[in-house]
């Protein structure tokens, strides 16, 4: 059995690398699914037609017989049931089967006879184990349902507590149906419904429902006391009336416009009691109706209410380059209009009208490029849900065991920036589980639970969106970092490193703790990469580590690729753009404050503490003339942990601008990121900050 798991193990972890049209990755796949039917055809006879519709379904999508997506989806879908049924074998807890849905995956991708190779249930005379423990597993998955549906009933929109009562249901619904249970199956299946339903807020949990719920477990638990008894079901139940029941309940008209304005404390409930006997007088009046005329409630309050009452928000689905060229046309009405705003013409006019007019024609574009800039977004939810089955696989692969916890899943991010950050979670998520979690016997001596837990948490702060991947394990070791960054040369002995430097050596090229490689990491690539996708992004990353407490990396990512929040500062008369994200402090030096050190050149002292000076007039102007520190201003600008001072000649402002790529032979200009279009319709470029740390140590 561990020999078949991890086999399958390993093809899982496969496919999590595989992109669209990589041959090489499915011809690899291949060679492992071929592995796992010679496996099955010897000792696990009854899973040979699994292994053989998984094999034919890799050749599928190699063939390009059907759409590569569509088969990456469906070999995933089909590597989830057989985990779930060798975890069933094993006497594992927590699992769900479905064969049925196995059935479905091979007929849709056009592999045919799969209905009649597949077991639809194991034989109870052969595997009456398997029904004992789906009683021993069902009855506890009852008894924490009873006293969650009980809270419930006080805190009806609680998501954790609707989600705590869905799983149980989801985990009988799954097993039943491997079991052809069927009768138990379709009730837990349509209890399993309705309450998403109520997680999607499609359906409101009232006393109704939640007694319906009750119902359900009684029923359920009768079922499977019989089924403990007989081997089988020998009653019959009232399956089909609670479905019927169920289903009237989804139905029913959702909560009353009243309570939805009450609850939101747009109404109070006197006002809706008003207005419901004002009703009584006009029958042919809303409640909405007569709430906007009394001047209680605004129309925009009511029409919210009613798309919450019917739970759908209405969508289209549009081309994402029309989307791409909307907010590129948006962006060039934002520096057009800026450039009409800022024309020296208009000082001489001093029409009031005009003044208002110029106002509202900000204030309109303004709006109307944080609208479009919405439009870009989406939510995180899915990068994270991926992670759920890197973890699982993850835990398998290396004998740990992993809960992974995640919050913030309907935090919003631009959506080219949401394809970019999934491989770097991929490679902290790995180094969580192969670094930092324990194992379950180390777990133990140190007087931890023996399941590692792994946080996943996404927010938006100080205009920022914010991902934390935090651990609980035995965070990084810094004498073994130190030791093998020098063995790796990729620092020299006598370094003198403090802490911060030392953690951050983990993401240098090449660097690796492991001493041997194997499936899950040791090759020294994975943290370099996340640190030049962050870097790519305009983002940046951190790490926090305490001894046998665990490792938080924090990773700040600009909310979108499409504008940036700069400084506007002037360098020998031209202006440039320096990213406030990197802007510590601003000030005007004292003669004091300066001095030179040997062999680091020009710093500026800042409360105690010494900065290196950047001449940018110098940097980019070389026949410039030098002034003095304190003639002028200084700006402390940070980059990865290291601080310098930008000497400016004047800071303009601050200002939110829309970057332009640069082309041609400023392309790869060293210490410029890109450009954008300021007022009076010159050109601005935007600073690149560790391309002019890196200048500067070269000059």
Known sequence: MDKVSAVLDNIALGLMTVKAGDLNSLKGLLEQAEGFLSITKDDFQHLSPLAEGLKSLIEKIILDEIPS????????????????????????????????????????????GSDNKLPETPPLEQDKQLYLDFITEAKEHLDTIEPNVISLE????DKDIINAIFRPFHSIKGVSGFLGLDDINRLSHAAENMLDAARGNKLYMDKKAIDVILEVVDCLRAMIDDLAEEGRTRHRFPVDDLIKKIETIQEDRPKKIGEILTEK????PEMIKDALAEQKKKPD???????????KVSSKEVTEALKEQKGITPTIKVDTRKLDNLIDMVGELVITQSMICQNPVLNTISEESLSRSLSQLSRITSELQRNAMSLRMITIAQTFQRMIRLVRDLSKKTGKEVELLMSGEDTEIDKNMVEEIYEPLVHIVRNAIDHGIETPDERRKKGKKEKGIIYLKAYHKSG????????????????????????????????????????????????????????VSGRGVGLDVVKNVID??????????????????IIKLPLTLAIIDGMVIKVEGERYILPTVSVQEVLKPDKAHYTTVSGKGEMIRIRDQLFPLVRLNQMFYPSSQRKAPWETLVILVENEG???????????????????GLEGGVKNLKGIAGGTIMGDGRVGLILDIPGIFEMSENM
């Open 464 to 519: 920022n969106i914010v991902i934390e991947v935090k651990d609980d394990g035995q965070g990084l070791n810094k004498e073994k970092i130190l030791k093998r960054a020098k063995e790796r040369g990729i620092i020299k002995e006598g370094n003198d490193l403090n802490d911060y430097k030392i953690i951050n050596l983990i993401f240098k090229p090449g660097f690796s703790t492991k001493d041997e490689i194997d499936g």
């Open 154 to 157: 006080k805190n009806p929109r």
């Open 69 to 112: 997506d569509q088969g990456l989806k469906a070999l995933g879908e089909c590597i989830d049931v057989l985990q779930e049924i060798l975890k069933f074998k094993k006497g594992d807890k927590g699992y769900n089967v479905n064969i049925k849905r196995i059935n479905e995956i091979f007929k849709g991708v056009g592999i045919e």
């Open 285 to 295: 009046k809303k409640i909405g109706e007569i709430l906007i005329t009394k001047h």
């Open 536 to 553: 790519k992004l305009r983002g940046k990353i951190e790490v926090y580590s305490n001894p046998d407490k665990g490792c938080n990396f």
């Open 265 to 268: 404390g747009v109404a109070s």
């Open 642 to 660: 290291r601080k310098k001072c930008f000497l400016v000649n004047e800071i303009l402002g601050r200002q939110e601008v829309v970057i332009k």
